[in-house]
């Protein structure tokens, strides 16, 4: 079992930024994909940035590119998501996610573990 708590959301200026932190529990991460989603109010659960094991390779939804950034460190058994430049269409719950698996994972259903969420609201 993966045991996952997100932190570092809350209420910015557009154009500002939020480091999401991911803290894992129960099994060291270097064994799993971690993923970055959100849910906006009345929007489906998207993916927004995917690393494999060790965040050599990453993926990103087209809307984010260029301005998160995620990167991960196995000792700390953390996964982190940088965010710039945001803005008001980034406000969303994030969830952090992980995959049995070692290679990137950009399916959702991929992902077994979750954590609760961390709200991150930017004003425009």
């Known amino acids: 079992q993966v045991q996952l708590v997100e932190s570092g959301g809350g209420l910015v200026q557009a154009g500002g930024s939020l480091r999401l932190s991911c803290a894992a529990s129960g099994r060291t991460l270097s064994s799993y994909a971690m993923g970055w989603f959100r849910r906006a ?7 927004v940035a995917a690393t494999n094991w060790n965040g050599a390779i990453t993926h ?3 809307p984010v590119k260029g301005r998160f950034t995620i990167s991960r460190d196995n000792a700390r058994n953390t996964v982190y998501l940088q ?4 803005k008001s269409e980034d406000t969303a719950v994030y969830y952090c996610a992980a995959a049995s698996y ?8 991929r992902y077994k573990y979750w954590g609760q969420g961390t709200q991150v609201t930017v004003s425009s």
């Open 41 to 47: 109010p009345g929007k489906e659960r998207e993916l």
């Open 102 to 109: 070692m290679g990137l994972q950009v399916t959702p259903a």
């Open 60 to 62: 990103y939804t087209d």
């Open 83 to 86: 965010m710039d430049s945001l």
